[in-house]
């Protein structure tokens, strides 16, 4: 089944505690990209990759890192959280930005106190 | 489920009636769009997408119309169906090196049967 997976799906962690949420597709992407969501704003987009190696930032990128080092992954790396980085994650990825749909993970809940 | 509809403007309308969802977009330099439909508790899933040498593009049971000069995308859903109710968002993208997409912040539709 195609699909995005993400982990964990719930996550409550403190301020300081270095974190990383896991990310991966099964559909030899080359486009993945990883957003928040919060009430009132919406996506908004952190980082995104064209490809391994790839990587750029999206509108949202303090306070975060990615890696990708292989085409089927693509971690977000929270080296320091701090109670603003309290959201909900979605990674996504496709073919490319316009080459085709997004499919989207099912989503992490992230509380940091 | 996620609470992901605050602050969101609102449609509610009748089972079988039609729904215009509208969205506005800044970026001039915007020539690809993309509707996301995205129900409680879960990622948000792709709609349709028109790119900007069209004006209209229709799918099953949605069309989307773009209307540049005013910089404005709606998306109608023709015999609206209480599996319909979901937050609705547009996205943007201005293509050539930009590959961010960005999302207005959403719509939320309530189908009442």
């Known amino acids: 089944e195609a699909q995005v997976t993400q982990n964990p799906r719930y996550l409550i962690t403190v301020t300081g505690k270095k974190l990383t949420v896991t990310c991966s597709q099964n559909?030899?992407?080359?486009?993945m990209s990883w957003y928040r969501q919060d009430p009132g704003l919406g996506l908004r987009q952190i980082y995104y990759s064209m490809n391994v190696e790839v990587t750029d930032k999206g509108d949202v990128p303090e306070g975060y890192k990615v890696s990708r080092k292989e085409k089927r992954n693509f971690p977000l790396i929270l080296e320091s959280p701090s109670p603003n980085q309290t959201s909900l994650y979605f990674c996504?990825?496709?073919?490319?930005?316009?080459?085709?749909?997004?499919?989207f993970g099912p989503g992490t809940r992230l509380t940091v106190l | 489920g996620e609470s992901v509809g605050l602050h969101l403007p609102t449609l509610s309308v009748q089972e079988g009636d039609n729904s215009i969802i509208n969205c506005a977009y800044s970026n001039s330099a915007s020539d690809y769009f993309i509707w996301y439909k995205q129900e409680s508790g879960k990622g948000p899933q792709f709609i349709i997408d028109i790119r900007s040498n069209m004006d209209k593009r229709q799918g099953q049971r949605v069309t989307v119309l773009l209307n540049k000069t005013v910089k404005h995308l709606s998306l109608q859903i023709a015999a609206t169906q209480p599996g319909d109710s979901a937050v609705y968002f547009c996205a943007e993208n201005s293509g050539g090196s930009n590959y961010k997409l960005t999302f207005g912040k959403g719509t939320l539709l309530t189908v009442n049967p």
């Open positions: 559909m030899n992407h080359e486009y």
């Open positions: 996504a990825s496709s073919l490319g930005v316009r080459k085709s749909e997004q499919f």
